[in-house]
């Protein structure tokens, strides 16, 4: 195996390693979305490695060979979108640590399920600049967790900024792919994601010539992009979904029935395919697990979705054996990183024929694509 892939020798040297290659790498514009193999997509950055959404995260993904870079989209008190993977501050930053906010301790209830912690609606963006980044999964990811307090949450701007930056400075044309978490909850708030979203977008060259794709778990924000923004050469919308009788959050809220098990089936992607270019469901909603945790046979949804003229593209690959199929498990315990299993469950997967996928690690995501020619 390349150990140019597997090496891990700290977030600088492993930069430095990887530097000249990138340089060296064509600026075709639109590279990333036209590229005939699968796309690769950092999920929150390189995230089994560094701080979810932070500039190591992200740094790391690119330089270790990822097509595009994920910021997790809300939105603070006075308005401006940072990335978070979700509004509750409490496990990827170290909020519960500050006494300067302890008052602001509460519980809401967001997208059906009620949080208790410190919510990223009710701090201004000075204030969550005084905040530092932490692991989410600790125990997992000790690497990871030695960054901690290294770094400021960021703004959405400033990643389209380091996007560019970075392109400029590699030669690599890098993707990026927001999603809007939680539209119906920020709308309901008085902090709607969308047209900020899209004023963001408009205020940079960046993102008018950049590799995009919009992802959303909810359906009307992505209609109200695509009437929008229309048609856009370097854009693609993505339908997240989930599986069986899961609704859309903003399905419930208009008091709807429609769940993400009918939205997977041939005539519901048909209807994604309306305002989508992209239908992802989990890894598990492509090929399930058995009872006994092993990989069952593949579901006919990559077939269905290419029918209806999407492209597939899924989520999330993890490194560490508790989240790998059994097939792919090694002895060295649930929370240990199993860098030969997680290549060889991704390569099962692009055995289906999928169009692009989430990875935590993206330097084993290409390793995976290489060994896949």
């Not at 978070?84 to 967001?110: P, Q, W």
């Not at 899209?198 to 209609?223: C, G, M, V, W």
């Not at 649930?334 to 692009?350: D, P, T, V």
């Amino acid at each position: 195996m390349n150990a140019r892939y597997l090496s891990r020798r700290g977030f600088i040297g492993g930069l430095a390693a990887t530097a000249g290659a990138l340089a060296l790498a064509p600026a075709a514009m639109g590279s990333a979305a036209a590229t005939p193999r699968p796309t690769l997509f950092a999920h929150r950055g390189a995230s089994a490695l560094c701080p979810e959404h932070t500039l190591a995260a992200y740094a790391r993904a690119i330089a270790d060979g990822a097509d595009y870079i994920e910021p997790d989209l809300v939105c603070t008190r006075d308005g401006v979108l940072v990335a978070r993977h979700e509004a509750n501050l409490s496990e990827t930053t170290d909020v519960a640590r500050r006494s300067e906010f302890a008052g602001r301790r509460t519980r809401k209830t967001i997208d059906g399920a009620s949080h208790e912690g410190w919510f990223v609606d009710d701090f201004t963006l000075a204030e969550l600049k005084t905040l530092r980044a932490i692991e989410r999964i600790p125990a997992d990811r000790p690497g990871s967790a030695q960054y901690d307090g290294m770094f400021q949450v960021l703004t959405f701007e400033e990643i389209i900024d380091f996007t560019a930056a970075t392109s400029a400075t590699t030669g690599k044309l890098i993707g990026l792919i927001p999603e809007l978490k939680s539209s119906t909850y920020f709308a309901s708030v008085g902090l709607p994601l969308e047209d900020r979203f899209i004023a963001t977008l408009a205020a940079h060259d960046y993102t008018r010539r950049a590799p995009l794709e919009i992802q959303s778990f909810e359906i009307a924000n992505l209609k109200y992009l695509r009437e929008k923004l229309g048609k856009r050469a370097n854009c693609r919308l993505m339908q997240l979904v989930g599986l069986g009788d899961i609704r859309p959050r903003d399905v419930v809220a208009a008091g709807g029935s429609l769940t993400y098990g009918q939205m997977c089936t041939p005539a519901g992607l048909s209807e994604i395919a309306r305002y989508a270019d992209v239908v992802a469901p989990p890894t598990r909603g492509v090929i399930p697990l058995n009872k006994d945790g092993f990989l069952a046979e593949p579901l006919p949804i990559v077939a269905d979705a290419h029918a209806a003229g999407l492209r597939l593209e899924t989520w999330t690959f993890r490194p560490e054996n508790r989240f790998l199929a059994a097939d792919f498990r090694n002895g060295d315990g649930e929370r240990a990183r199993n860098e030969a299993g997680s290549i060889a469950e991704i390569r099962r997967y692009l055995a289906t024929g999928l169009d692009g996928f989430f990875t935590d690690d993206p330097a084993l995501g290409r390793a995976a694509l290489d060994m896949s020619k």
